[in-house]
T-cell receptor, first 111, second 114 residues
Framework: AQSVSQHNHHVILSEAASLELGCNYSYGGTVNLFWYVQYPGQHLQLLLKYFSGDPLVKGIKGFEAEFIKSKFSFNLRKPSVQWSDTAEYFCAVNANYQLIWGAGTKLIIKP | DTGVSQDPRHKITKRGQNVTFRCDPISEHNRLYWYRQTLGQGPEFLTYFQNEAQLEKSRLLSDRFSAERPKGSFSTLEIQRTEQGDSAMYLC????????????FGQGTRLTVV
């Protein structure tokens, strides 16, 4: 069965620290990969996506993610986080028409 | 606002009552999805429409749940004889067809069954 695993449920960082959130998936076919963000009290928003081409994709707000096919991974990175990045981050894989979701990582940035 | 809209935003109901939620997708999107999200979890797929056709329904979904999209535009999700375990955020998303497409989410309906 398809699944998505996010390694950390909670991450606490200070402002200006670097961020890497892990995401691994299990699916044998061609995948489309997504990172969504949910700010407190708001709806899920797309941060970035990978469909094909350059495995290093850049998203909004300085985020980027790298698709490593051999590792079935799609880790999210940001070189210097800000307090406003406090949110919950979800990795998702498009398997046919369904999005299979990870459990999410709550990121708290200390000012 | 031309995004996905859901109504109501919050619903409190007594156990055993029926509830119905509405979703209005982005107008040009022909795919519509319903998800359920509980605290500490990612969204869980419930069902999916392409235009008015319900193409897939999660095996995990009880037969107390039913969804419709009668004209291929808005959709409704009904839960009959609600149980406390139905308390969750119900999310609607829409997307267009085509190779590189993403889902756009509404703000959700938070259901509390007391």
């Amino acid at each position: 069965a398809q699944s998505v695993s996010q390694h950390n449920h909670h991450v606490i960082l200070s402002e200006a620290a670097s961020l890497e959130l892990g995401c691994n998936y299990s699916y044998g076919g061609t995948v489309n990969l997504f990172w969504y963000v949910q700010y407190p009290g708001q709806h899920l928003q797309l941060l970035l996506k990978y469909f094909s081409g350059d495995p290093l994709v850049k998203g909004i707000k300085g985020f980027e993610a790298e698709f490593i096919k051999s590792k079935f991974s799609f880790n999210l990175r940001k070189p210097s986080v800000q307090w406003s990045d406090t949110a919950e981050y979800f990795c998702a894989v498009n398997a046919n028409y369904q999005l299979i979701w990870g459990a999410g990582t709550k990121l708290i940035i200390k000012p | 606002d031309t995004g996905v809209s859901q109504d109501p935003r919050h619903k409190i109901t007594k156990r055993g009552q029926n509830v119905t939620f509405r979703c209005d997708p982005i107008s040009e999107h022909n795919r519509l999805y319903w998800y359920r999200q509980t605290l500490g979890q990612g969204p869980e797929f419930l069902t999916y429409f392409q235009n008015e056709a319900q193409l897939e329904k999660s095996r995990l979904l009880s037969d107390r749940f039913s969804a419709e999209r009668p004209k291929g535009s808005f959709s409704t999700l009904e839960i009959q004889r609600t149980e406390q375990g139905d308390s969750a955020m119900y999310l609607c998303a829409s997307s267009s067809t085509g190779g590189e497409t993403e889902a756009f989410f509404g703000q959700g309906t938070r259901l509390t069954v007391v």
